[in-house]
């Protein structure tokens, strides 16, 4: 979408000449003769640069920049003032009054372009930048969302329903203890019934576990980490090394749940996919980065387009990272297993330490 450039002067001949010099750049170009009139068609246009000519019958350059500068949808337009005046107090005056940049008349053809083209392409910067900091912003506010409503299912699950069927267990017992000895087919299906029991609860367990475990409330990012890693090499018989660095601080909870989510995802990949007999797992940081590192000695694969499309899973973590401003590193060789790497800059995300 080409910039749009607001022309304001009240000479035609300085119009025609203006228009003349940008034409051949690719901007869309509109004029106003008059302050009242720049006003309402910024108000209208919302232009990328306005260039905006000082000495005008009315309403001055100066007192439209204030204008302009008071309108909140418009604050933020650069403003290049083109004045006659040479001279330091009306510069001093252009500052005051909001301008970003000055020219004088006659204005040099080569100059203006590159002061309009450099400003222009300031300013794409900087919205670009604010959008991507609101993206972001708006991308871990959904994260946290969704860990809030994971933490109250899990709490749910792990309370209300594990309370509810280990009473149900309860009764059970008793009632197979009521039971003549006698019995022997009653007591044998209440056995039953209490083993079915005993395993519907540790799986309502697993699954409070996976969608929130609680020890990362309560005992942290380390803590938990190094519990699933024991507790998935118990239960798939696949050894893993766990290093964690000493000097890793407490992180923010929506960094502590992507490291954790991290962690669980890639796991289940190499167990799904690796053929591996041996995973590393280590955490660190440096002076900007907190970095997950996964590596077996699995089969690996070739990296190519239709990895993901395999089964492969990279494109969730991929996902999961650029909600919140990382990247992920994949190295893999067919025979030579596979290293994911997760990167997640440090910025606000360290809590303070008390």
Not at 15 to 24: F, K, N, P, R, V
Request: with cysteine.
């Amino acid at each position: 979408m080409n910039s749009k450039v607001l022309i304001v002067d009240d000479e035609p001949t300085a119009l025609a000449t203006l228009e003349a010099i940008l034409t051949g750049d690719g901007y869309q170009l509109e004029f106003a003769s008059n302050g009242n009139l720049a006003i309402e068609k910024a108000e209208q246009l919302l232009p990328d640069l306005i260039l905006l000519d000082v000495m005008m019958p009315g309403m001055n350059g100066f007192e439209v920049c204030q204008r302009l500068r008071a309108t909140p949808k418009l604050a933020e337009v650069p403003i290049i003032i083109l004045t006659a005046l040479d001279d330091r107090s009306s510069r001093l005056q252009g500052i005051e009054a909001g301008a970003d940049d000055f020219l004088i008349k006659p204005v040099d053809r080569q100059e203006l372009r590159l002061r309009v083209g450099t400003i222009l392409r300031l300013d794409r910067y900087r919205t670009l930048s604010i959008q991507r900091e609101n993206l972001r912003k708006m991308a871990e506010h959904v994260v946290n969302a969704q860990e809030q409503e994971r933490k109250r299912l899990s709490r749910e699950l792990h309370d209300d329903l594990g309370q509810a069927l280990i009473a149900h267990m309860l009764r059970l017992q008793n009632l197979r203890a009521e039971i003549s000895r006698q019995d022997e087919l009653i007591n044998k299906e209440l056995d039953g019934l209490i083993a079915d029991t005993n395993q519907t609860i540790g799986k309502m367990r697993q699954l409070a576990q996976d969608i929130r475990p609680t020890m990362l409330d309560t005992l942290g990012l380390k803590t938990t980490l190094q519990n699933h890693c024991r507790e998935y090499s118990i239960r798939t018989g696949l050894p893993i090394t766990l290093e964690i660095d000493e000097k890793l601080p407490e992180l923010s909870d929506i960094y502590s749940i992507t490291l954790y989510r991290l962690l669980q995802e890639t796991l289940t990949n190499v167990i799904k996919h690796s053929k591996a007999n041996h995973i590393w797992v280590d955490l660190t940081m440096d002076e900007q980065e907190i970095i997950l590192t996964v590596q077996d000695n699995g089969q690996g694969f070739i990296m190519d387009e239709t990895t993901t499309a395999k089964g492969i899973g990279l494109t969730g973590l991929h996902e999961r990272l650029l909600l919140v401003g990382g990247n992920l590193l994949v190295t893999s060789a067919h025979g030579k297993g596979t290293i994911i790497s997760a990167h997640l800059p440090i910025e606000m995300h360290v809590k303070e330490q008390t």
